[in-house]
């Protein structure tokens, strides 16, 4: 007895020492029974004492001043169930199947929030549609919202929202059955009507149960807004610890829409822990878009951008998604806000980084910037299929109806769509940068000049000789016709071709004082052919796998020496000044006799004025030039 009123008087010691030190230093606010205090550095609320057990009154007026005016929360514990249950087992084939799907399905447990998520959307898009279609919608006006709240003492997850809610029947249909999809029948039902319900998320049926990854016990508590007044739908509780059946009651105090608890499993108490949800919901369902509320503050906040109309994004508004979606500091160069409903309905938002690539940006290794979203649900951070891996720079977000997934919404299927998409989104990337080019070349310099390696990378690795020669357009080379410094295109090249001539010359040197004394440069500099010099060491291997531009081959200057075969008879030696016919057959007899073996042929050429005489290799390892 006096152990038991000693931990009376000291609970009530307790309360009456926080309720004290809550009035004069914090705000506070209560919930599930709970005493929640907010810290002034954090700004968030931290459960204290549990007030049932205590002598606090709940019923006393809080001072306004002390409530802190962003918290909202609209869950609450007043459901009961009301006579005997209904115990049912679910109609899919066996329990194995509940396994696969809760167990086998997803790669990281912590989608099941997604999930949820997407389920909740779901349900306010449907009341949303029905309020405008439907008369026998109860409450129109209500805020159509999502909340969460996370529990540690007692191990829960709850999530509800102010949905259409579901009757007993639809608790059967949906939760019944597994991998049926009320949303999908939804918007089969509704198809054709009307456009206002084209915010579904839901496909499959199977999100739901993602929640006993993490949980050994789920209750659902929803009551329907279609048909009748409010006062007059029942409220139901639906509850299965996922062995295979499920029990459906009649709950009393069942708010409108519908609620979801899960008590989380022992290895899955992180899932109460504020700061990882609220991590886990800017990760996936940032930009759902209804309010969603966690422990009674608002955390989606940013909005979707690459859905807003492209004139109403300001430059500061891209700035600050560009640093959300890359996690750079820097700003994009370049931005791509591009829209299209044929041949895929794409929605996306690209930015060009203004900083130089660093060193791992260099690597294959690192993964591509881009996030693919389906209707502002995160379904892969770093989509790899999505573009190919040389625009591995470009950052943002692609956002597309069409993308075939697996039930997870996890992995993409039907490689004949996917790769549909990306070759509309590379087509539409490289169309934009020679847009960029053609309008701002100063700018435009720069960029190729930081970025350019992946350009070139792209026409390596790639396989579509098409795709090559687009990407072919933004690559810049000086010239032998242009002054220091100044480079060209191939299409100016092609633009500027003589008459007669079929090919694109190139050289490869380190420098232009270089390429200009090459032996090979000497012969087509007296033709009046331009040529393009490559100063990269990755160039001439670029060009030799890009071999056609616009129908003209790319031919570097050292083949083009072997190609042309020359027949110069010793009796026109004479012209120009040069050697006599006597002269140049006893020079030609004293190289053979003095080298011997070490020569294979000499010749007498035109082509070369400086040098004077030319060593070539017997086999393809190209000339060696002598000056004498």
Known sequence: MAAALRAITFRQSLVKLTT???????????NRGYLLLKTKDSGSFRRWVHLSRCSFDLNAKENKDDVDASYHNIIKNTESTSGSGEKREFQAETKMLLDIVAKSLYSEKEVFIRELISNSSDALERFRYLSLTNAEISDKDRQLELHIVTDKLTGTFTIQ????????????????????????????????????????????????????MVAD??????????????????????????????????????????KIVLHLKGDCK?????????????KYSNFVGNPIYLNG??????????????????ENLHEEFYRFV??????????????????????????????????????????????????????????????????????????????????????????????????????????????QANKDPENYDKFFKD????????????????????????????????????????????????EGQKDIYYLAAPSRHLAETSPYFEALKQKEVEVLFCYEPHDELVLLQLRQFDRKNLVSVEKEMFRDKEDVKLEETEKDGSLGKDEAEN???????????????????????????????IQTYGDVCFRL
């Open 270 to 282: 992180e899932f109460c822990d504020e700061d990882k949800i609220q991590e886990i919901i800017t």
């Open 161 to 212: 929202d102010t949905g259409v809610g579901m009757t007993k029947e639809e608790l059967v249909a949906n939760l019944g059955t597994i991998a049926r999809s009320g949303s999908k029948a939804f918007l089969k039902e509704v198809a054709g009507k009307d456009e206002t319900a084209t915010n579904i998320i839901g496909q499959f049926g199977v999100g739901f149960y993602s929640s006993f």
């Open 217 to 258: 016990k789920v209750e659902v508590y929803t009551r329907s807004t279609v048909g009748g007044t409010q006062a007059d739908a029942k409220g139901y509780k639906w509850t299965s610890d996922g062995s295979g059946t499920y029990e459906i009651c009649e709950a009393e105090g069942v708010q409108a829409g519908t």
């Open 326 to 435: 890359s996690g750079s500091y820097d700003r994009p160069r370049y931005c791509l806000h591009y829209r299209t409903d044929a041949p895929l309905n794409i929605r996306c938002l690209l930015y060009f980084p203004e900083g130089k690539p660093g060193l791992f940006d260099m690597s294959r290794e690192t993964d591509v910037g881009v996030a693919l979203y389906c209707r502002k649900v995160l379904i892969k951070s770093k989509a790899d299929n999505v573009l190919p891996k040389w625009l591995r720079f470009v950052k943002g977000v692609v956002d597309s109806e069409d993308i075939p997934l697996n039930l997870s919404r996890e992995l993409l299927q039907d490689s004949a769509l996917i790769r549909r998409l990306r070759t509309v989104l590379t087509n539409r990337i490289l169309r934009f940068l020679n847009d």
């Open 451 to 498: 970025y350019g390696i992946f350009l070139k990378e792209g026409i390596i690795t790639g396989t579509e000789q098409v795709e090559k020669e687009e990407i072919a357009k933004l690559l810049r080379y000086e010239s032998s016709a242009m002054p220091v410094g100044q480079r060209v295109t191939l299409s100016e090249y092609g633009a500027r071709i003589k």
């Open 587 to 617: 020079l030609i007899e004293f190289i053979k006799t003095t080298l011997q073996s070490k020569v294979h042929e000499v010749k007498v050429s035109y082509r070369f004025i400086f040098p004077p005489i030319r060593f070539p290799h």
């Open 20 to 30: 004290t030190f809550v009035k004069k230093h914090q705000k506070y606010s209560h």
């Open 297 to 314: 503050k608002r955390i989606n906040t940013i909005e979707a951008v690459w859905l807003m109309d492209p004139k109403q994004v300001d």
